[in-house]
């Protein structure tokens, strides 16, 4: 069974810099592409950005690009999202997913293992 953690979030102002963690454990980490979702009661759940195994393909929302970034670090089993210029709209609760098929995927459905989310709020 896959465990995940996140961890990170909090409360900044809009244009602040806020780095999100999250530790993989249970399985082997580089046999899952990693990604981050978010989650608010109006927009649902929505896609922020995956990476493959080796972090070498990466794949982002058109609303983050250019100001997110996720990387992954094998050797920690271990899944960063930066997040920079944050407004704002990137408040929600974000959370990390495991999936073993090999591609990034947008859609919550193909994720095998989720974990319980961290919340991370803007003010204007």
């Known amino acids: 069974q896959v465990q995940l953690v996140e961890s990170g979030g909090g409360l900044v102002q809009a244009g602040d810099s806020l780095s999100l963690s999250c530790t993989f454990a249970?399985?082997?980490?580089?046999?899952?592409?990693m990604s981050w979702f978010r989650q608010t009661p109006r927009e649902g759940r929505q896609f922020v950005a995956g990476?493959?195994?080796?972090?070498?393909?990466?794949l982002y929302a058109d609303s983050v690009k250019g100001r997110f970034t996720i990387s992954r670090d094998n050797a920690k089993n271990t899944v960063y999202l930066e997040m920079n210029s944050l407004k704002p709209e990137d408040t929600a609760v974000y959370y990390c997913?495991?999936?073993?098929?090999?591609?990034?995927?947008?859609?919550?459905?193909?994720?095998?293992?989720w974990g319980q989310g961290t919340q991370v709020t803007v003010s204007s």
């Open positions: 997913a495991a999936d073993m098929r090999g591609d990034i995927y947008g859609l919550g459905p193909y994720y095998d293992y």
């Open positions: 249970g399985r082997t980490f580089i046999s899952y592409t």
């Open positions: 990476i493959n195994w080796n972090g070498g393909t990466t």
